[in-house]
């Protein structure tokens, strides 16, 4: 499962820009 290992990464990246994406946009992505 790549996505486990993307997600952490997106996690830490997308908590910066949750406001723009959302953390629906990590599952989506």
Known sequence: MKDCGNRA?????Y?????????EGTHRN
């Open 9 to 13: 990464k997106a996690r830490r990246h």
């Open 15 to 23: 908590a910066r820009s949750r406001e723009t994406e959302g953390t």
